[in-house]
């Protein structure tokens, strides 16, 4: 199952700190140890709608992109991205992509974001979190309901009062489609993956999230009668993106365009003093040895996106620990532990 099958490196379990990548031989700097397959779940910010590539995700300085594939709002950097895009998603996700920016424009005028830049005061702790999806599930069941006893399109009193958020539903669409086309990848690829309990930043988070799986089981029926469209699969998805997602940024690194959950690239464990370097090609990424490496040294990135280069030990503890939920051990953070660093 694990997905990194370069002959110089294996996964392993480490003492407290679950999996990570060993050097099985000596590795010289710039050798490329993995290149990742395409996200299984991401989102392209609402912002940068028009300006992305929805296949390759290249940015070009803004620009709007000049291909549009009309019914989806989707943005294309050329025919070539929009025929491999079409192809890869298939019928079925088309049309999944089509309602849901058919939503979208409908109630353009109630997106809300602001739940996003919430300060980190009242995070939603296991037992609101539950009762806030039961909530939600017992909305979706009385939909199902209405649904079947009328065919009349009529939106839920709830779904029309509700405001929405884009990357929200659309990084949930993204997951549930490869659920639906792909059981077997989510159950290997998604689940084993490291997943935060509570990754709601505010009871506005918790609900936003709730409100976006309420609204896309109104459009989505289909999905819902046949259970690819589930509480479950959408608190997976959010838990697991919290800990494992990959910022998308354009080649300044000023743009944050989005982000997407890689699991072929996320058993790299973490230090401050990183030994790979991580660059994204297209919509896929490649590690390569960013110095020497000795036979049996773990393999890690930074989470810290190169901010850990400047930031005290004290600092880069505290962002790592209240994002990823751990007290950094590396050999940089003991080194500066050892000499009194701040
Ligand atoms: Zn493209
Ligand atoms: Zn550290």
């Known amino acids: 199952m694990y997905k990194i099958t370069s002959n110089l490196v294996h996964v392993q379990e480490i003492a407290n700190a679950g999996r990570g990548v060993l050097a099985k031989q000596p590795i010289p700097t710039g050798t490329l140890l993995l290149e990742s397959d395409g996200p299984a779940a991401h989102v392209v910010h609402w912002q940068y709608r028009k300006e992305v590539c929805a296949q390759c995700f290249r940015y070009n300085l803004g620009r709007t992109l000049p291909v549009k594939h009309a019914s989806t709002g989707k943005v294309f950097c050329s025919p070539e991205c929009q025929s491999a895009w079409m192809s890869e998603q298939g019928e079925l996700a088309i049309e999944a992509w ?20 919430a300060t980190v005061c009242a995070r939603p702790d296991a037992i609101e979190i539950e009762a806030a999806w039961s909530k939600g599930d017992k909305t979706v069941g009385q939909m199902r309901q209405q649904q079947t006893a009328s065919s009349k399109k009529k939106s839920h009193p709830l779904v029309s009062s509700q405001n929405i958020d884009p990357d929200i539903l659309g990084f949930l669409l993204s997951g549930l489609l490869l659920q639906h086309h792909n059981p077997n990848a989510w159950e290997a690829e998604m689940l084993p993956l490291a997943a935060d309990p509570t990754p709601y930043t505010s009871n506005r988070d918790l609900e936003a999230h709730v409100n976006s799986y309420i609204q896309l089981a109104a459009i989505l029926p289909h999905l819902t009668t046949d259970h690819h469209l589930t509480s479950n699969i959408c608190r997976t998805l959010i838990s697991t993106a919290n800990h494992n997602a990959f910022g998308l940024r354009s080649a300044d690194g000023d743009e944050y365009l989005g982000y997407g959950v890689y699991p072929s690239a996320s058993y790299f464990n973490h230090s401050c003093s990183p030994n790979i370097s991580k660059q994204r090609v297209g919509a896929m990424w490649e590690f390569r040895a960013a110095r020497d490496i000795a036979v049996g040294e773990q393999c890690c990135i930074t989470y810290l996106g190169g901010d850990e280069k400047h930031l005290t030990v004290l600092a880069r503890r505290a962002r790592l620990e209240s994002i990823w939920g751990f007290e950094c051990a590396c050999p940089r953070c003991l080194e500066e532990d050892r000499v009194g660093g701040q």
Do not use: M, S
């Not at 089509?98 to 424009?105: D, H, R, T």
């Open 98 to 117: 089509e309602k849901l920016y058919g939503f979208v424009a409908l109630k353009a005028n109630t997106i809300v974001q602001d739940h996003v830049f």
